[in-house]
């Protein structure tokens, strides 16, 4: 008798469309990590030691560097917010082509290369004598996360639920009171979002700066990493700091789900 060899199909199932980004994620992420923290907890004679965090306490330039870059990313949270609260609260509530002018006006100068752009807003600040070092990082971060800060907060806005706003039209509420009671608490998950993508990035950039400055004044919390890695060669000293700087995002991710995730359930609450 002849012996029937079956053979099993192999079925491709939508699982397995994520074996290339967990190999990517691997080779471009967790094995750079884990060499990251090798080094951060190692001394110069490669024993275990937490030398490397110690000495960002220690060393006042560094503190006063990653102080520097706190007060610059919240400064340029707070502008970018200001700025475009308002731009995405009337191109949500217009009746033109939206989509037509977010592209032209914020998204299309994006395609731009980013170095071409600060250099170009380097020049303008060069003509017009701006000379405060603080004044034209925050203008050159915030003309560079704009569209980061505006994008969450247009998206929520366009797709609330218009009925709560004429439900508080009828009952008497005044455009202030709406807006305040009803348009601000809704929007609070793009606000998030926006703030979360625009703080993090200013926290750990240091290129900006290298352009704009042009001065060894205001050094950022990036360049103290980039100086240990680049030009002192103490690598386990700029795998401590850049470890810190990881840890504070993280922190900041998760107190940021934590409040979204109170405010969801203060609202199902009502």
């Given at each position: ?13 939508r699982q397995h469309f994520a ?252």
């Open positions: 008798m002849e012996k029937k060899i079956s053979i099993k199909k192999f079925t491709i199932r074996f290339p980004y967990f190999f990517l994620s691997a080779l471009f992420v967790i094995i750079p990590l884990i060499i990251l923290l090798v080094y951060a907890f190692r001394d110069s004679g490669g024993a275990f030691s937490l030398s490397n965090f110690t000495k960002f306490f220690t060393e006042p330039t560094v503190r006063n560097a990653m102080g520097r870059s706190l007060l610059l990313a919240l400064a340029t949270t707070a502008v970018c917010l200001a700025l475009t609260y308002p731009v995405a609260l009337v191109l949500a509530n217009s009746k033109f082509n939206k989509t037509l002018i977010l592209v032209l006006l914020f998204i299309l100068p994006m395609y731009i290369n980013s170095l071409l752009r600060t250099l170009a807003l380097k020049s303008v600040f060069d003509m017009i004598g701006l000379s405060d070092v603080f004044t034209r990082l925050v203008i050159a971060h915030v003309y560079d996360f704009f569209p980061f800060m505006l994008l969450p907060i247009y998206t929520v806005l366009v797709n609330m639920d218009k009925s709560y706003l004429e439900a508080s039209s009828d009952l008497g509420g005044s455009a202030i009171k709406t807006f305040s009671k009803v348009t601000l608490p809704l929007s609070v998950p793009g606000i998030i979002s926006g703030v979360l993508m625009v703080f993090m990035p200013t926290v750990s950039m240091f290129a900006i700066r290298d352009i704009v400055a042009d001065s060894d004044r205001w050094s950022m919390f990036g360049n103290s990493i980039e100086r240990k890695f680049k030009y002192e060669e103490t690598y386990g000293e700029g795998a401590a700091y850049a470890v810190i700087l990881l840890a504070m995002v993280l922190i900041t991710m998760l107190v940021a789900g934590r409040l979204n995730a109170t405010r969801n359930k203060a609202t199902d609450k009502r």
